[in-house]
């Protein structure tokens, strides 16, 4: 797929028909998305304007600057009587080409978005990133402040692009006697959503290093009540081995 780069921005043609809901109603629907990386995470949608329902962007008169982007109008997005304030950014003259007559909708501000049919969650798919979900007989135990907190022949290894390793574990190999439920919660469009719990050991509690998927994604479901510790905030051997702790986001 055609690519077009300005700093740190990354512009590709996606594949997917992508669809935005709001208010009841699609404001959106396009089979010519196209990814754009403002950020080295993950891609953001943007959508021809003629893609985009008629009436449903309102100009503010306001502009948005970026300096590897140009500028933009700022719109509200306005449908049946239900509106996203400043939720959209037009394209009209940008610093990157292939951004003209674009708009960007805020992800977080719609109902619902979809790729085909399917919902997505989140931020759109990455199609650079992958995600492997394999058992292993390898031992995985895991420490915190001297105390063995899990200690597993049976681990479900998740390998996913640019994070570590993570070792999901059976609930019967976890001292689940030192583990308390949070009201904590996190989506992931390639896992689903996550609940957590805090740790007590020696007193101290760790709050939310801790985490387990209910209802995965399909693409994850061998991990479905299986739990994970952060790497970053326990110590983890393997075979006996203690392994370093990575330097992520999340430490």
């Known amino acids: ?46 959508i021809p304007t003629a893609d985009v329902r ?16 140009g500028d933009a109008q700022i719109h509200d997005v306005l449908v049946d009587g239900n509106r996203a304030r ?3 950014l037009v394209y009209r003259d940008p610093a990157l080409a292939d951004l003209a007559n674009l708009v960007r909708i805020d992800w977080e501000a719609m109902d619902a978005w979809f790729e085909e049919d399917e919902q997505v969650y989140v931020h759109p798919r990455d199609p650079y990133k992958r995600i492997d979900v394999l058992s292993s007989s390898r031992r995985i135990r895991v420490e915190l402040d001297g105390v063995t907190i899990a200690d597993s022949h049976q681990p479900r290894m998740l390998f996913e692009t640019g994070l570590p390793t993570r070792y999901y574990l059976p609930k019967t190999d976890v001292r689940m006697d030192l583990l ?49 510790f952060y790497n970053e905030r326990t110590d983890i051997y393997i075979d006996g081995e203690l392994q370093e702790r990575p330097r992520t986001p999340f430490s």
């Open 54 to 69: 008629d009436g449903v962007l309102v100009d503010t008169g306001d502009r948005d600057h970026s300096p590897s982007r």
């Open 180 to 228: 308390t439920p949070t009201e904590h919660t996190t989506r992931c469009p390639y896992k689903g959503t996550a609940e957590y719990y805090a740790v007590t050991v020696n007193g101290t509690t760790h709050d939310n290093a801790v985490w387990w998927y209910r209802h995965p994604t399909l693409e994850s479901t061998a991990i479905a009540g299986h739990v994970c």
């Open 1 to 46: 797929m055609p690519t077009t780069t300005r700093g740190w921005v990354r512009v590709e043609d996606g594949p997917k028909r992508v669809r935005v809901l709001f208010g009841g109603s699609y404001v959106a629907d396009t089979t010519n998305v196209k990814l754009v990386w403002e950020r080295p995470y993950y891609p953001t949608y943007y």
């Open 86 to 88: 400043r939720a959209a």
